[in-house]
């Protein structure tokens, strides 16, 4: 499986971005899908979690609210609106499939990781 995400870029404090993540191969939708980001100078941080069907969600803290995450299994794409964007969401932003299919919220529960897509939240 590959994984490509997009949607990125630079948003003002309190506007919205929709990234994107679009897969190769038929066995995506058996996989679970993560959301997981890294600001500069810290580590991977789990954002959001989609089970292989999407009927369960996990989302972190700071993101509950702001965040949902949905997927569409026919066109082999999990997205992750972002809204009411903060300074401190900024980072790059990073699809992960898991095998598994279910939730999964470590980061070593995913064997496939796109490259990454940056969100820069700022005034």
């Known amino acids: 499986v590959q994984l490509v995400e997009s949607g990125g870029g630079w948003v003002q404090p309190g506007g919205s971005l929709r990234l994107s993540c679009a897969a190769s191969?038929?066995?995506?939708?058996?996989?679970?899908v993560g959301w997981f980001r890294q600001a500069p100078g810290k580590e991977r941080e789990f954002v959001a979690a989609?089970?292989?069907?999407?009927?369960?969600?996990y989302y972190a803290d700071f993101v509950k609210g702001r965040f949902t995450i949905s997927r569409d299994n026919l066109k082999n794409t999990a997205d992750l609106q972002m809204n009411r964007l903060k300074p401190e969401d900024t980072a790059i932003y990073y699809c992960?499939?898991?095998?598994?299919?279910?939730?999964?919220?470590?980061?070593?529960?995913?064997?496939?990781w796109g490259q990454g897509t940056q969100v820069t939240v700022s005034s």
């Open positions: 992960a499939a898991s095998t598994a299919g279910g939730l999964v919220a470590g980061a070593g529960g995913y064997e496939y």
């Open positions: 191969g038929r066995t995506f939708s058996s996989y679970g």
């Open positions: 989609i089970s292989w069907n999407g009927d369960n969600i």
